[in-house]
């Protein structure tokens, strides 16, 4: 699935009023096992956050640490609506625990495909398929909470901040990478997450 598509599909789970068209996909916002990035020890996780699959240590430009944990659910929906355990989202979830994704994320990249004024991926605006118009009256932008997490907002002049971008690209390319090997495995369907982002407050 293209970054366009599952970022289109991240912004219908985060808001009701920002719909963007495309695909269904994944997704999150707001990432391995500790092999694939050390746990920095900084934050309280509980429930299923205290044993992710994915554990992603990150810095943001203004030095503040942050964490994102991902849990990957393999099951799949069946005709009759019951949750049943899939063999390729299993395996999704298998590879996720090893893989090192301090090395497949590419943050500038990810940076490079957003729009710096609200935070939003620049091939999703151009296409017309943003909702409200980003350059309308009601238009939105995507920061970074203060505890971490990120939250779609009304835009403002300011437009999100450096952190916020960052913590973005983090989130997307997260996402991104499991995205490209589901569909390695024949997972493109048969597996969801849970995730929970946590950032030093800001000084």
């Not at 746990?39 to 030095?63: E, N, R, V």
């Not at 690209?169 to 995205?179: I, R």
Request: proline share 5%.
């Amino acid at each position: 699935m293209s970054r366009e598509a599952r970022a289109e599909a991240t912004a219908r789970r985060r808001t009701r009023a920002m719909r963007w068209a495309a695909g269904a996909g994944l997704a999150v916002l707001f990432t391995g096992g500790a092999s694939a990035a050390i746990a920095s020890g900084l934050f309280t996780w509980t429930g299923w956050a205290a044993k992710p699959d994915i554990a992603y240590s990150f810095t943001l430009p203004s030095g503040r640490q942050c964490e994102e944990h991902i849990l990957i659910n393999e099951t799949t929906t069946a005709g009759d609506r019951i949750q049943t355990a899939s063999a390729a989202g299993a395996a999704l979830k298998a590879w996720a625990t090893s893989a090192d994704f301090t090395k497949l994320v590419d943050v500038p990249a990810q940076l490079a495909a957003l729009n710096p004024a609200d935070g939003l991926p620049k091939a999703a605006e151009a296409k017309g398929t943003v909702f409200p118009d980003p350059n309308g009256p009601d238009a939105l932008m995507v920061v970074l909470k203060s505890s971490g997490g990120l939250d779609v907002v009304p835009k403002t002049t300011a437009g999100p901040t450096a952190d916020d971008l960052y913590a973005i690209a983090v989130d997307t390319g997260l996402q991104d990478v499991l995205d490209a090997h589901a569909v390695t495995v024949g997972a493109s369907t048969d597996w969801s997450t849970n995730l929970q982002m946590q950032c030093q407050p800001a000084s």
